[in-house]
């Protein structure tokens, strides 16, 4: 038992460290970092220290910077690189099991592993304590994905009741090595000073996505009527974006506020 969880600790540190697109070129790193807003009282975590590159411009920009790398030749090689400054705090280790801070500001920029990224944003996000800015370099096709590209899903849905995103940089392939087979974006997120929803109506949300989504928000089976939808969408400016009915995260947050009212006056 012991042999097969070494094993598969080994296949996993292999798979994070084989899954890596090193950003070296001082250039590409300057133009994603310079319009950051990082500054010299900011605290930023990376996940993934590879070799010292990013770290290097982050310790420039940050008064800390807290690097978490799972490889541990990777370590020990940018551990040499980073000596000269004393603003970093290099932690060898697993990021997913890394434990965020409990208390106080920071900031995260990363150009973390692809095939890690769903479960690190949602690591990141829902914490108790979550960063209020992040600069993610990953897939495309992800990031669409967390904003909800071309189409609304659950998880845009529940990421835009807390969090702003946005893409501000594309990569060419070239800017890493190895070269990646798909491209890459640089994707900021800022957390919302004021959250769309109270905790306990997020988990509402919640639940009237999942069924909206299995069942239909509108028509037969719906949340609601076709009339309903109608009426609380045009009084708040807003209206249908496709025939096939709801789409956009306002609409959604529209109806699900009408659907509670509705509820409430019921009860």
Request: charged letters at 30%; aromatic letters at 10%; glycine letters at 8%.
């Amino acid at each position: 038992m012991q042999k097969n969880r070494r094993q598969a600790g080994y296949d996993y540190t292999k798979q994070v460290s084989d899954s890596q697109n090193f950003l070296t070129d001082s250039k590409v790193i300057q133009r994603i970092i310079r319009p950051a807003d990082i500054q010299k009282e900011d605290t930023v975590l990376e996940i993934g220290t590879g070799k010292g590159h990013l770290t290097e411009a982050l310790c420039k920009r940050a008064g800390k910077v807290c690097s978490v790398e799972i490889d541990r030749k990777l370590f020990e090689s940018a551990k040499k690189r980073l000596s000269k400054f004393d603003n970093a705090e290099l932690i060898p280790g697993d990021f997913m099991k890394y434990r965020l801070p409990e208390r106080g500001d920071y900031k995260v920029f990363a150009n973390i592993p692809f095939f890690l990224t769903t479960q690190i944003v949602e690591k990141l996000t829902g914490g108790t304590n979550p960063p209020s800015d992040m600069w993610l370099v990953m897939e495309k096709g992800a990031a669409k994905r967390f904003m909800g590209l071309p189409r609304e899903t659950k998880k845009s849905l529940a990421l835009k009741v807390r969090w702003e995103m946005k893409i501000v940089y594309h990569f060419r392939r070239e800017d890493f090595h190895p070269k990646p087979s798909v491209d890459s974006v640089l994707v900021y997120f800022s957390k919302k000073e004021v959250p769309d929803l109270g905790e306990k109506e997020y988990r509402a949300f919640q639940k009237f996505v999942e069924q909206g989504m299995k069942c239909g928000v509108t028509g037969k089976g719906g949340l609601l009527t076709k009339r309903q939808a109608s009426a609380a969408l045009k009084r708040a400016g807003l209206y249908y974006t496709y025939d096939d009915g709801v789409t956009l995260y306002i609409q959604w947050l529209c109806l699900f506020r009408c659907y509670q009212d509705m509820r409430g006056r019921k009860s």
